[in-house]
T-cell receptor
Framework: DTEVTQTPKHLVMGMTNKKSLKCEQHMGHRAMYWYKQKAKKPPELMFVYSYEKLSINESVPSRFSPECPNSSLLNLHLHALQPEDSALYLC????????????FGPGTRLTVL | AQRVTQPEKLLSVFKGAPVELKCNYSYSGSPELFWYVQYSRQRLQLLLRHISRESIKGFTADLNKGETSFHLKKPFAQEEDSAMYYCALTGIGGYNKLIFGAGTRLAVHP
């Protein structure tokens, strides 16, 4: 399996809801990433997990909570989001240190009402 | 400051015309440069990386350290090349963040 998968494809939530985004890869990659992409803008890094430990947090608000249960899975827990958080959330993974090519999932399109 | 600059938001050409998408970067150290492409309704995918020095779908890109550029070129554009192209860089070694340029939309007309 050479793809990164993400579920759900679309998510609509209210500002008081709690939801989770899921990402999975079976390429043996040891780094996984969450990006946020607004319309017609480049992806912006949110979090990096390296060997299942959080290594980079780009000053993301605490209403976004990442979790890496194992080397193949990455979750993003959402709580009390704002309408401006509506965006495409992309997951990516990359291989061994020095192999910096990142493989992206198709994204979850999130709408916060 | 680490930065990637793509000066053109939109590049519009006719089929068969040459294409050059510009990318300049600023990075303290030795970066690794990439071109990613996002076709309509498809995921972001890697097109080229400067380390591999290969040609993909007829596209090439050469890293010019003196001019800090990594322009993407294709001698004869095809309609299927229409997409959003992002230049990106990261540090060599370790798990580092990808820094993306703003992107250039390439539109190839028949």
């Amino acid at each position: 399996d050479t793809e990164v998968t993400q579920t759900p494809k679309h998510l609509v939530m209210g500002m008081t809801n709690k939801k989770s985004l899921k990402c999975e890869q079976h390429m043996g990659h040891r780094a996984m990433y969450w990006y946020k992409q607004k319309a017609k803008k480049p992806p912006e890094l949110m979090f990096v997990y390296s060997y299942e430990k959080l290594s980079i947090n780009e000053s993301v608000p605490s209403r976004f909570s990442p979790e890496c249960p194992n080397s193949s899975l990455l979750n993003l827990h959402l709580h009390a989001l704002q309408p401006e958080d509506s965006a495409l959330y992309l997951c990516a993974s990359s291989g061994l240190a020095g192999g910096n090519e990142q493989f992206f999932g198709p994204g979850t399109r999130l709408t916060v009402l | 400051a680490q930065r990637v600059t793509q000066p053109e938001k939109l590049l519009s050409v006719f089929k068969g015309a040459p294409v050059e998408l510009k990318c300049n970067y600023s990075y303290s150290g030795s970066p690794e440069l990439f071109w990613y492409v996002q076709y309509s309704r498809q995921r972001l995918q890697l097109l080229l990386r400067h380390i591999s020095r290969e040609s993909i779908k007829g596209f090439t890109a050469d890293l010019n350290k003196g001019e800090t550029s990594f322009h993407l070129k294709k001698p004869f554009a095809q309609e299927e090349d229409s997409a959003m192209y992002y230049c990106a860089l990261t540090g060599i070694g370790g798990y580092n963040k990808l820094i993306f340029g703003a992107g250039t939309r390439l539109a190839v007309h028949p």
